[in-house]
């Protein structure tokens, strides 16, 4: 009798197991359908914010893997976007700072094999073969730069591709294009690079990148510090976040440091001074229509020559929108020369976007500072009659250890902000 009973038990549980394994092959049929997933590759978030890999079910890799296909989702509109990528070999890899910082890939294997999943690891990432949505969220990359590039339409700009960073945007303004397409657009060819400049700002103010380096084109000339390649190439974000502006030129001839006295008319001139009396006398009598009645004029205006220089957003965002167009307006409508209402705003770029009638950094201090060049370099002195900088900075700056200023640290909106509090009222 009790080996009958066994037996009927033993014969029980031996179909209640065929039965639940028909069971789950049915789900698993009526949820994925036939198609069978051989390759599973996902990235999962640990604690230091790197992916962490698993391939073949967390059981290795798998024998000659064909390539996947990469998913990266966008929060805000739920689009997919897929690209070939080469299969991965490691069980456990990590992304560059350049990549997504957590996306789901999904490798997808079509096999026409009529064998069955058996394991029911709780711990197996679960893919479907719609690429239904995960929560895992994307950071794209958000620093961007543009390089505003005031040229003629002959002018060769073939050495942009040697520039090292994806993140900058070319802006080509030929000044003499009379019909300029409309995201390079500009009223009129007045005004040297000012006009070109201005437009700029204007044309992409509610949509500015993070940095904005202004140039004429050339990839080397005297007024600026050195290959203009090597300077975008190696120009230091952290100190252009602290100080919104550097000039690309760090030399102080002919500009540093009192080149314009709008009221006293008593500069000492270093250099050949071209249009520098008409210049100062200029800024003097059109103050008010540039910036406003309630802004005083400093009694020196002087920073590194010459009209080609990086600004971060901030910068541009001291003022409002509406100051740049009536800016753009005077220089429209002056009766001024180009070559005296263009170099006003030479003159003046400094102090529009940081508020300093001077700016005027030592020369090695600029050029290591900004652009990483810190080796030993005669600089010109200034005449006498003119101050210099301290003589500590004559040569290669004492080497320094550098604050990184993150910009999660510091928002746009609370830097523009402290930029604001010493903004020229308009």
Request: aromatic share 10%; net charge neutral.
């Amino acid at each position: 009798m009790v080996h009958i009973f066994l037996s009927r038990r033993l014969r029980a549980f031996v179909l209640m197991l065929l039965a639940l394994f028909f069971f789950i092959c049915m789900f698993e049929v009526l949820s994925n359908g036939t198609t069978r997933i051989a390759y599973v590759a996902v990235y999962l978030p640990t604690f230091g914010n790197e992916p962490f890999l698993l391939q073949n079910g967390e059981k290795g890799n798998i024998a000659s893997p064909e390539p996947v296909v990469a998913i990266s989702a966008s929060r805000s509109t739920n689009a997919y976007t897929r690209t070939k990528k080469p299969a991965r070999t490691s069980s456990v890899q990590s992304m560059t700072s350049s990549e997504v910082s957590m996306s789901t890939i999904v490798a997808e294997k079509e096999k026409e094999s009529k064998s069955s999943r058996s394991s029911t690891s709780t711990n197996k990432p679960r893919v479907t073969s719609s690429y239904e949505k995960t929560s895992v969220s994307v950071t794209p990359t958000s620093i961007t730069g543009a390089i505003v590039a005031a040229v003629n339409r002959n002018a060769s700009l073939d050495w942009i591709p040697e520039i090292q960073n994806p993140m900058w945007t070319l802006h080509r303004y030929n000044h003499d294009d009379p019909s300029p397409p409309a995201r390079v657009s500009f009223p009129i060819d007045k005004g040297n690079e000012a006009m070109p400049y201005l437009s700029y700002i204007i044309n992409n103010y509610d949509n500015l990148p993070s940095y904005s380096v202004f140039i004429h084109g050339h990839r080397t000339a005297w007024h600026q510090q050195g290959d203009i390649v090597d300077i975008i190439n190696n120009l230091r974000f952290n100190a252009l976040n602290h100080e919104g502006y550097v000039s690309l030129r760090c030399d102080w001839f002919p500009s540093c440091p009192r080149e314009i006295r709008p009221q006293d008319h008593d500069a000492a001139v270093w250099g050949p001074g071209v249009w520098r009396n008409e210049t100062e006398e200029a800024i003097a009598s059109n103050w008010a229509a540039l910036f406003s009645e309630n802004v005083t004029i400093p009694r020196t205006i002087a920073s590194q020559c010459c009209a080609q220089f990086a600004i971060s957003r901030a910068a541009i965002l001291r003022h409002p929108q509406s100051t740049y167009i009536r800016m753009r307006e005077w220089l429209v409508d002056t009766p001024l020369r180009s070559e005296v209402s263009g170099r006003v705003f030479e003159k003046l770029w400094a102090y529009i976007f940081t508020g300093k009638g001077v700016n005027c950094p030592p020369p090695s201090v600029c050029a290591c500072k900004f652009f990483g060049q810190c080796g030993w370099v005669d600089w010109t002195m200034p005449p006498e009659g003119l101050e210099k900088w301290p003589e500590k900075f004559d040569g290669p700056p004492m080497p320094v250890v550098e604050v990184e200023i993150k910009t999660d640290e510091m928002t746009d909106g609370a830097r523009i902000d402290s930029l604001r509090s010493t903004a020229i009222t308009t």
